[in-house]
């Protein structure tokens, strides 16, 4: 079994920041692709950013300059630096990763969600 656990959200004033972090934990042999979601009410879940195992990375639009995703592979850990937050950045935030299990079987595992709130 693998877990993705996320923490780090909460309330915060526009123009603030806050850090997510999400560990996976379990029989994981690699993790390649580490990303972050989100989902404001009413609305679709979105691509946040994205980093491969060797570090690239890519960013929605909508974040790019004020989000920084970075990982720790010796950890099995993902962050998401925000700066800057709008009250648009409003949503759940989901961790999602790409895991290759012992066995050679690569499966995508999402966390439960942290939600992030900005207040104008």
């Known amino acids: 079994q693998v877990q993705l656990v996320e923490s780090g959200g909460g309330l915060v004033q526009a123009g603030g920041s806050l850090r997510l972090s999400c560990v996976a934990s379990?029989?994981?042999?690699?993790?390649?692709?580490m990303a972050w979601y989100r989902q404001a009410p009413g609305k679709q879940r979105e691509l946040v950013a994205a980093?491969?195992?060797?570090?690239?990375?890519n960013y929605a639009d909508s974040v790019k300059g004020r989000f920084t995703i970075s990982r720790d592979n010796a950890k099995n850990t993902v962050y998401l630096e925000m700066n800057s937050l709008k009250p648009e950045d409003t949503a759940v935030y989901y961790c999602?990763?790409?895991?290759?299990?012992?066995?050679?079987?690569?499966?995508?595992?999402w966390g439960q969600g942290t939600q992030v709130a900005v207040s104008s």
């Open positions: 999602n990763a790409a895991i290759v299990r012992p066995w050679g079987v690569t499966s995508d595992h």
């Open positions: 379990g029989r994981i042999f690699r993790i390649d692709t």
């Open positions: 980093i491969t195992r060797g570090g690239s990375t």
